[in-house]
């Protein structure tokens, strides 16, 4: 099975950086997800990552280290809209995702 | 992009009944679907993962005779709430796989289930 924590909430203001951190234990790795869920929608894709390093996609970036079991997403120019929950998910080799349990991050101005 | 639906986005239904859910992929085929359930301020738990053509396969703890899921084509996919009660209130949410090469996979837009 899987293990993956990452905080709870995290609460920045309008244009700063924010960074959500993601640490899974895995039975298998097939490449790690990251999706923003607003509340009552279903979650959109942000991110993958299947090999070491950064991937960066306009404000978004994540970084992943395989052998630290270890991501994070970087928001950046924070915006009112990117209030949302953030779902970190790894993936099997059977193309299964499990999901940790979110952290809600909230945009201040 | 792709595109996946569900129907209907709520519904309420008495104690007892059963519940159909309906995940399309409206403009690609997917040969495999997975079914989750999300409860308020929790993730997504995987219910069970459907093949076309075939059973599906269920995550542990999660009653196969309560949650039927049939996959008859490429593009429907649909969860039935059995006898539902309610406990079984909940955001039932389905994806497909992309063809993208990395894979990722596309959620459907939700089904709000409460039982009363």
């Known amino acids: 099975g899987q293990n993956i924590d990452q905080p709870t909430e995290m609460t920045a203001t309008e244009g700063a950086i924010v960074q959500i951190n993601c640490t899974y234990q895995?039975?298998?790795?097939?490449?790690l997800f990251w999706y923003q869920q607003h509340a009552g929608e279903a979650p959109t894709f942000l991110s993958y990552?299947?090999?070491?390093g950064l991937e960066e996609k306009g404000r978004f970036s994540s970084f992943l280290s395989r052998s630290k079991g270890y991501s994070y997403l970087l928001l950046k120019e924070l915006q009112m809209k990117d209030s949302a929950s953030y779902l970190c998910?790894?993936?099997?080799?059977?193309?299964?995702?499990?999901f940790g349990a979110g952290t809600t991050v909230t945009v201040r101005a | 992009g792709a595109v996946v639906s569900q129907h209907p986005s709520w519904v309420i239904c008495k104690s007892g009944t059963s519940v159909k859910i309906e995940c399309r992929s409206l403009?690609?085929?997917?040969?495999?679907m997975f079914w989750y359930r999300q409860f308020p301020k929790q993730s997504l738990m995987l219910m069970a993962t459907?093949?076309?053509?075939?059973?599906?396969?269920?995550e542990q703890g999660v009653e196969k005779d309560k949650f039927l899921i049939n996959h008859a084509s490429l593009t429907l996919s649909t969860l039935t709430v059995t006898s539902a009660h309610p406990e079984d209130s909940s955001f039932y949410i389905c994806?497909?796989?992309?063809?993208?090469?990395?894979?990722?996979?596309?959620f459907g837009p939700g089904t709000r289930l409460t039982v009363t």
């Open positions: 994806s497909a796989n992309s063809d993208r090469e990395w894979g990722e996979q596309y």
């Open positions: 895995t039975s298998g790795f097939n490449g």
């Open positions: 990552n299947v090999l070491d």
């Open positions: 998910a790894v993936r099997d080799g059977d193309y299964k995702l499990s």
């Open positions: 403009d690609f085929q997917a040969t495999t």
């Open positions: 459907s093949n076309e053509g075939s059973k599906a396969t269920y």
